[in-house]
């Protein structure tokens, strides 16, 4: 309760400066498969000794090209993308083709902000803090990309586990051998459960960024958190897909991307693990 201590200005700020970062993180959640695809493709055309054909768009980032419609390319102006604010007045609409927006965007504007400020109110502000927003803001870009294309890339799962590992050797979140056994065996349970499925079915029951994604949860807490975390990320996943198919007739051939569920489960038990422990102590008994 550090920042609600400090008066309401503080907690405004956090949540101003919490809806910027949902906007960054859209932009993230939008680019970065747009940029491996294009990383891939130009990799492709290297291999096979293609001429690639010219692309303007060639060294696509990020930052770059600005920000514009994906419609009609028209620019977006500085006053076009204030959180949340530019979606209302807009109307969720292009303001040039006038081309729906997607809700998502203000959603994960807000979601981050929320999220950005309970971390704060529960760590206060100081190093720890800033560890645990990097790890919240990763799992919100990494649930967002999942969602679109059903990649978890590993230019954010990697970093996130080794910033894990790196917090951990100065016993930030946990003591480092559990940190390290996190990793190992958050990536070893799902590799088995992987090929475990594929022997049985001949079908893959997941993709390899979900082991990475867990060895980087074990990684910021350690390998005893670690069957709450896949006992509460099945459990949502389940139940989601259940309601999809009862009121949305989604067809259960179709895979469901499981990256959005393992963080879920992971954010909850890094912020509210003893509490969930206190509520549930015969699935998860603390120490």
């Given at each position: ?7 309401w ?29 294009k ?9 096979l ?10 060294h ?19 006053w076009q ?20 927006i ?62 894990g ?98 963080a ?13 422990s ?10």
């Open positions: 309760m550090h920042l609600l201590l400090e008066g200005p503080l907690c405004v700020l956090t949540v101003i400066f919490g809806l910027l970062m949902g906007s960054f993180l859209n932009v993230v959640i939008h680019r970065t498969p747009i940029s491996l695809d990383k891939w493709r130009a990799e492709c055309y290297d291999y000794e293609i001429t690639p054909p010219q692309d303007n768009s060639a696509y980032s990020i930052v770059w090209p600005g920000s514009h419609c994906p419609s009609c390319e028209t620019p977006i102006h500085a993308n204030i959180p949340v604010i530019s979606y209302l007045i807009l109307g969720g609409k292009c303001s040039s083709c006038k081309t729906a997607s809700i998502r965007y203000p959603i994960f504007e807000i979601l981050t902000a929320a999220f950005t400020l309970l971390v704060v109110i529960k760590f206060g502000l100081g190093w720890q803090c800033l560890g645990a927003l990097i790890f919240t803001w990763s799992l919100i870009a990494l649930t967002g990309i999942d969602l679109d294309t059903q990649l978890l890339p590993d230019g954010i799962c990697l970093p996130l586990l080794w910033l590992l790196i917090a951990n050797s100065f016993g930030a979140y946990t003591d480092i051998q559990s940190a390290l056994w996190g990793a190992i065996v958050g990536y070893m349970s799902l590799w088995t459960v992987f090929w475990a499925f594929k022997l049985a079915t001949g079908k893959e029951g997941m993709g390899f960024g979900d082991f990475k994604l867990l060895a980087a949860l074990g990684a910021w807490m350690g390998w005893q958190s670690l069957p709450m975390i896949i006992l509460v990320s099945s459990a949502s996943g389940v139940l989601v897909a259940v309601l999809m198919m009862i009121f949305f007739a989604h067809d259960r051939r179709v895979p469901i991307a499981f990256g959005p569920y393992l879920l489960g992971g954010w909850l038990a890094f912020m509210y693990g003893p509490e969930i206190a509520a549930a102590p015969m699935l998860f008994p603390m120490g």
